[in-house]
């Protein structure tokens, strides 16, 4: 149980462009949904947590009109990565918790490169 | 501000062998901990957690252990294998919080 997906799993897009990653639980209903940011050999950087049907709480230093976040359904939360620059090229990672657990199960994450 | 965890060391074990990885936390609020197997390429992989009214836990093959008087926390894996190659990253939270805090992660390798 427990699982998480994205997609698409790797996009290459031409800077300017906007992207959409799609997270959703499989098997349970998430009422919290996270996205991350992770650079090359570093940790996980938290970008913003979301819960359905509200706006999203972004952490200090991201920029909400840049990294759109959507969370419509239980199940399902977007990122949308609006006017892509190559700066912008990492993994990002979705992860989601059911109930009031705090245990975050992730989804297999997906690789961004703006050319 | 809070961290968790060091600089990302690198932990080369015999395949066999026994490896422990070890994580700090700054945070005293913290009361759950969560460790994760990253892949090269994927996302974390829940392995095992532990609350702070608890200073062990076992599951299959893994055992983390909670020092709350030094803020340490530590992931033992028996028997390594070549599949256990990944980072691991430790990471906590405080009760009402629903932030996750993570470490830095520790890059394990596994020799043949």
């Known amino acids: 149980g427990a699982v998480v997906s994205q997609h698409p799993s790797r996009v290459i897009c031409k800077s300017g462009t906007s992207v959409k990653i799609e997270c959703r639980s499989l098997?349970?209903?998430?009422?919290?949904m996270f996205w991350y940011r992770q650079f090359p050999k570093k940790s996980l950087m938290l970008m913003a947590t979301s819960n359905e049907g509200s706006k999203a709480t972004y952490e200090q230093g991201v920029e909400k009109d840049k990294f759109l976040i959507n969370h419509a359904s239980l199940t399902l939360s977007t990122l949308t990565v609006t006017s892509a620059h190559p700066e912008d090229s990492s993994f990002y990672i979705c992860s989601a918790t059911q109930g009031f657990e705090e245990t975050q199960y992730f989804g297999p994450g997906t690789r961004l490169l703006v050319l | 501000g809070e961290s968790v965890g060091l600089h990302l060391p690198t932990l080369s074990v015999q395949e066999g062998d026994n490896s422990i990885i070890n994580c700090a936390y700054s945070n005293s609020a913290s009361d759950y901990f969560i460790w994760y197997k990253q892949e090269s390429g994927k996302g974390p992989q829940f392995i095992i957690d532990i609350r702070s009214n608890m200073d062990k836990r076992q599951g299959q093959r893994v055992t983390v252990l909670l020092n709350k008087t030094v803020k340490h926390l530590s992931l033992q894996i028996a028997a390594t294998q070549p599949g256990d190659s990944a980072v691991y990253f430790c990471?906590?939270?405080?009760?009402?919080?629903?932030?996750?805090?993570f470490g830095q992660g520790t890059r394990l390798t596994i020799n043949p």
């Open positions: 098997d349970f209903q998430a009422t919290t």
């Open positions: 990471a906590e939270t405080a009760q009402g919080a629903q932030k996750l805090v």
